[in-house]
């Protein structure tokens, strides 16, 4: 097993390589090579769809008297897979591209007509350049417009990230955080309200539901009339009885010291006081006068 494994082979001192024969291939000779489709087709035969990226084992061949700026082009042979119809295309260096030859047709592709578009209007606007030097200015001056157009167009971008540059984010994320947190602390204390005017008109609705139904459950008692009482007459007589007997002897003294001192005035005389005798003995005559007579004298 060992002797089959080496890299280095054995040659002998007389080994010439040049008297190797060389292999004669023919030159349309073709090669079994691994490919992919190059772009999305559909078989003549059966109408099958053969999608771009699709393997296939195809046999390459050089296309002979056919070359661009030196380079040859090849021709490559598949399958259909559907019907095994022999499908045939060539490369195409100068479009850098693929022709289809036969067997099948290329499906429409909007990206290489527009390509082909583009240069199409590209040579011809070179070709009209050559000839006319007016073109060449106007063409000159409205690629100048065209570059300054795409220029402004660049700076408002650049403008917007250079302002963007100066936000702090973090401040404005604190500031919407507030804003948040003030408007759930204002959304709290409007539902705390709600509640207690809640709370508030449910309880007066129970006193009043309470008071209700105790107004509805005790009647009023009526008030029973006053009745004169028959007896009442004969307690309230007595009294007035006793009480006039307990006035009439004040009311006589008073009379009498009345008359008294009437009879003392008429004289000009007073009688001697209580605190007046000392020993026994008078303190004098006072005289008194009446209010009245003092009166009269004067007039």
Same mark, same amino acid.
């Given at each position: ?11 002998? /001192? ?11 291939? /023919?030159?349309? %000779?073709? #090669? ?16 099958? &769809?053969v ?5 296939? *084992? ?18 490559? #042979? ?5 019907c ?13 591209? &693929? ?11 909007a990206?290489?007509l ?29 690629? *100048? ?22 936000? !702090? ?40 539901? !309470?008071? !209700? *139904?105790?107004?509805?459950t ?5 008030? /029973? ?21 307990? %006035? ?22 007073? /009688? ?13 005559p ?14």
């Amino acid at each position: 097993m060992l002797e089959r494994k080496v890299l280095d082979k054995y040659y002998p /001192p007389d080994f010439d390589p040049s008297k190797i024969p060389k292999l004669k291939l /023919p030159k349309d %000779w073709q #090669y079994v090579v691994r490919l992919t489709a190059p772009f999305n087709m559909r078989c003549k035969t059966c109408g099958e &769809y053969v999608y771009r990226g699709k393997k296939f *084992s195809a046999r390459k061949e050089t296309v002979q008297n056919e070359s661009y700026l030196g380079l040859p082009i090849f021709r490559f #042979y598949i399958k259909c897979t559907r019907c095994l119809a022999e499908i045939a295309f060539k490369t195409d260096p100068e479009n850098t591209d &693929y022709t289809m030859e036969h067997g099948a047709t290329r499906n429409f592709q909007a990206e290489k007509l527009l390509e082909e578009e583009e240069k199409r209007v590209q040579k011809e606007r070179e070709d009209e350049e050559l000839n006319n030097p007016m073109k060449v200015l106007e063409s000159r001056t409205k690629d *100048s417009k065209l570059e300054m157009e795409v220029l402004e167009s660049l700076q408002e971008p650049k403008g917007l990230s250079q302002r963007r540059a100066h936000v !702090d984010f973090e401040a404005m994320l604190r500031q919407h955080r507030l804003s948040e947190e003030e408007r759930q602390r204002q959304e709290q204390e409007e539902d705390e309200r709600e509640t207690a005017a809640l709370v508030e008109e449910s309880r007066k609705r129970r006193l009043l539901e !309470d008071s !209700d *139904s105790e107004e509805d459950t005790t009647p009023t008692q009526p008030q /029973p009339a006053l009745q004169p009482n028959p007896t009442a007459i004969l307690d309230e007589t007595p009294k007035a009885k006793r009480k006039a007997e307990s %006035w009439e002897p004040q009311l006589s003294g008073l009379v009498v010291k009345k008359t008294g001192l009437d009879s003392i005035i008429r004289r000009g005389r007073a /009688p001697p006081l209580p605190g007046a005798m000392k020993n026994g003995q008078a303190a004098g005559p006072v005289t008194l006068q009446h209010p009245g007579a003092a009166s009269r004298s004067s007039l």
